[in-house]
């Protein structure tokens, strides 16, 4: 299972993002969305849509969560493998 957290509480109160005070940090509640994680290999794959489907549904839920458009994708199972993963990015 791969945690993302996805909200944060404190005392009751939703914020926009982690307290910054360190003291605050041991009563912050806060809110994760599960993804299912995958266990085929990810190694010399070099376009998205060869991605695992668990891997793509967790990359796109990233890619909405923080409102980017994500033109590279950088493969940590090969630490240089970096691809482009729409057309816009070439």
Known sequence: IIKVAVGYKLNGEVLSSPPAQANAWGAIEVEYKEFEGWNEPTVGIRKYEDLPEKCRTYVQFIE?????????????AEFFSIFCINEQAK
């Not at 909405?64 to 940590?76: A, G, M, P, Q, V």
Request: glycine share 0%; net charge positive.
């Open 64 to 76: 909405d969560f923080i409102k980017i458009n994500r033109r590279i994708l950088r493969n940590f």
